[in-house]
């Protein structure tokens, strides 16, 4: 059984201090060393910031990454980190990106592996962890028998800072696999990188908006309340008219905003599962028996069309 520590990896810098955090949270080391693996460059500011959530250890593949590592490149390049630093638990953000990352890294170090997690916790020689099913209707408490894993777990505004701790630098040597896939051409997203897992406060909507030319309605709100913009599915999915990051609920984003405000969203259950986790609900639909209102903590039955107007007037918007 490996007794080294608990590592942790994140492309995205303030993932990886979220599970940082989390780990001595949950109280997840039991003594071993808290870790931070690097792939390539190492920015000035991250040892500092690693450290201050709580890490003890980075090791970094001390090699020059790709310019456009695909998932299998980084996959490969944590399975030389993982073989050299022998921790007890991989954990990674259950993010589109970390899960295809984790499904590649369990099949090259033969670990076992799950996604999704929002427990974890050690009973015995066993990791017991919580994670969603049947469309978020259910909780499936999955007992792993122990020994080194790989989990993925979903992240938000995660647990408070940790105590900050002497911090290591390990250097491991390797070189990152070539790459299969060849860059042609990069184009930036037309969601302008918004970043719903991690936002305060949400304004979305649903197919209550009639007509896409009535989004910078909807935009000017979440403005004036300092949010980000999500959407339903459908307005994603199917209409084009928000990008893929702005969508949410059960094969789009989970968000746990202190304010969510729902606009002419009815609530489906496939929805729902990506909000949930939301600490103030805001909805306004026009049909009272919308199942939205029934989760919310303002209910609002109203028209989208002449309520958001007069909010922005009350905002002091200008029309
Ligand atoms: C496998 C699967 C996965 C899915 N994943 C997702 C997912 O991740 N995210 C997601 O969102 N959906 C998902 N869906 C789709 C989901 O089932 C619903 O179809 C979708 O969420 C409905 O979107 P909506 O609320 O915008 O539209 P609708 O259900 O059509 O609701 C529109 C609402 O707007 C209200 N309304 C209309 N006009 C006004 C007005 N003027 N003012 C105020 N209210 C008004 C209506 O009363 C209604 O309640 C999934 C479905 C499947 C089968």
């Not at 911090?167 to 970043?195: C, M, W």
């Not at 746990?256 to 949930?276: D, N």
């Amino acid at each position: 059984m490996n007794t080294g520590p608990v590592l942790c990896y994140s492309e995205e810098p303030e993932l990886a201090e979220e599970l940082l955090r989390w780990t001595h949270h949950q109280k997840l080391s039991e003594g071993a060393p808290v870790a931070a693996a690097v792939l390539g460059a190492l920015p000035a500011d991250l040892p500092q910031r690693y450290a201050a959530a709580g890490a003890q250890e980075v090791y970094r593949l001390a090699a020059e990454a790709p310019a456009f590592p695909e998932a299998g490149v980084l996959a490969e390049a944590l399975a030389i980190v993982v073989r050299e630093a022998k921790p007890r638990l991989v954990l990674l953000a259950s993010t589109k990106r970390g899960k295809q990352v984790v499904g590649r890294l369990a099949g090259l170090l033969d670990w076992p592996v799950a996604t999704g997690v929002n427990e974890l916790r050690r009973d015995g020689e066993a990791w017991v962890l919580e994670r969603e099913a049947l469309s978020g209707n259910a909780v499936s408490v999955e007992q792993f028998p122990g020994g080194a894993a790989i989990f993925a777990l979903t992240t938000g505004q995660g647990p408070p800072a940790a105590a900050s701790y002497p911090l290591q630098i390990r250097e491991v040597t390797g070189a990152f696999p070539p790459s299969r896939v060849e860059r042609r051409e990069q184009r930036p997203k037309g969601g302008g990188g918004v970043h719903l897992e991690t936002a305060e406060r949400i304004v979305t909507v649903g197919r209550g908006l009639k007509k896409r030319e009535d989004i910078p309605m909807v935009e000017a709100l979440a403005r004036a309340l300092n949010a980000s913009v999500g959407c339903t599915r459908p307005l994603a999915a199917e209409a084009g008219w928000f990008s893929d990051d702005h969508w949410i609920g059960l094969t789009g984003h989970r968000v746990k905003p202190k304010l969510y405000v729902a606009l002419g969203v009815s609530g489906a259950v496939q929805h729902l599962v990506g909000m949930r986790g939301s600490r103030i609900v805001v909805a306004v639909n026009q049909d009272p028996n919308a199942p939205i209102l029934g989760q919310a903590d303002y209910r609002i039955t109203a028209d989208l069309y002449s309520l958001v107007p007069a909010l922005l007037r009350a905002l002091g918007v200008p029309g």
